[in-house]
C-alpha cells in the first residue's frame, strides 16, 4: 500500500511528536503492508502555519533519521490543506505544496459543512492544472447526508482518498456506513491511514483493507491500495472508472433524523 495522507512529519502538527514516534509509527504500518507513503502535515490557517521550506527540511532530517535506524522507507512530502478563499494564493507563494510536487493536492473540508465557494475553488484549480484530492469525504456530515454531493464533485475532475480506518468504524457508524457507499459507487480513488500517532490500534489498518478486498474484488483494489497513488507520486494522469450516483433507499430520512435529535439533545 502507498499511504496518502499521514501526519507522521515530527513537530509539525498534531501528529507525531518527536522523530522516535515517527520511527515507531513507520516501523509499525510497513510490517501491515505500507510500502511508501507521504507526510501531509495541516496546513489550517492561523492554526498550522508551517510553509513548504520548513515541512522539507524536516522532511530531510527524517528520511536522513530513518537510514540512520536502518529502515529503508521513503516519505515524501505533501500537505493536507484546510479549504479557504486564498488557496492559490497560498499555493504561489508556496506557504503550501501538492503531492510530491506532483498536480495533485490534497484538501480537506470542515467535518460539518462544505463552504459555498468550494466549486469556485476546485473550478480555479482546474484552471491551473491542479487536481483536488478531497481527504476523508465519508467523515464529512453533508455527504454522509448525501454521498451524491461527492458524486458531482467528481464530476468536476475531483478524486477522493478514503480513512481506511472508517470502513471499520473507527468514527462511528454512520461515517463507516458511508465510506461502504462511496466504495461501492466508485467514488474512491487513494487509501490513507490519516495516522496522528503511535497509540493507534494498527491493526485497523489489516482490517480495513480486507473490507476493501472483499468490497471491490482484487483488480479494483490494486488500483486504490497502489496504482493511482503511484500515478500521483509520478505526476501522470489518472483515469478512473465513472462513479455511480447514489439512489436513496430511505437513508437520508434516517440520517436527518439522526442528527435532528443530536441537536435537540444539544439544545437541551
Not at 233 to 255: A, C, H, N, Q, S
Not at 258 to 264: A, E, P, R, S, V
Request: charged share 30%; hydrophobic share 40%.
Amino acid at each position: 500500500m502507498i499511504d496518502l495522507h499521514s501526519h507522521i512529519l515530527p513537530e509539525t502538527d498534531d501528529g507525531a511528536e518527536s522523530f522516535v514516534e515517527s520511527l515507531e509509527i513507520i516501523k509499525k504500518v510497513e510490517e501491515l503492508g505500507v510500502k511508501e507513503l507521504i507526510a501531509t502535515p495541516h496546513y489550517f490557517e492561523g492554526v498550522y502555519n508551517r510553509n513548504f521550506e520548513e515541512n522539507m527540511k524536516t522532511l530531510i532530517e527524517l528520511n536522513i533519521y530513518l537510514k540512520e535506524n536502518d529502515l529503508n522507507f521513503k516519505v515524501y512530502l505533501g500537505n493536507e490543506v484546510y479549504i479557504c478563499p486564498n488557496i492559490i494564493t497560498l499555493l504561489e507563494d508556496k506557504a503550501i505544496t501538492t503531492l510530491n510536487n506532483s498536480r495533485y493536492l490534497l484538501m480537506e473540508f470542515p467535518m460539518m459543512d462544505i463552504p459555498t465557494y468550494a466549486k469556485d475553488i476546485i473550478y480555479e484549480l482546474k484552471l491551473r492544472g491542479i487536481v483536488p484530492i478531497i481527504a476523508h469525504p465519508e467523515r464529512n456530515e453533508k455527504i454522509v447526508e448525501n454521498p451524491n454531493i461527492l458524486y458531482d464533485f467528481i464530476n468536476m475532475g475531483v478524486l477522493a482518498q478514503l480513512n481506511l480506518g472508517s470502513l471499520v468504524g473507527q468514527y462511528g457508524s454512520k461515517v463507516r456506513e458511508t465510506a461502504e457507499i462511496l466504495v461501492e459507487h466508485n467514488m474512491i480513488h487513494f487509501l490513507g491511514n490519516d495516522i496522528h500517532s503511535s497509540k493507534l490500534d494498527f491493526n485497523i489498518i489489516d482490517k480495513g483493507m480486507r473490507i476493501l478486498k472483499r468490497k471491490v474484488g482484487e483488480e479494483k483494489f490494486e488500483e486504490i491500495k497502489n496504482t493511482n497513488a503511484q500515478l500521483v507520486l509520478d505526476d501522470k494522469p489518472i483515469d478512473i472508472e465513472e462513479p455511480k450516483r447514489y439512489v436513496e433507499k430511505g437513508r437520508f430520512k434516517t440520517l436527518t433524523s439522526y442528527f435532528l435529535n443530536q441537536i435537540k439533545r444539544v439544545s437541551l
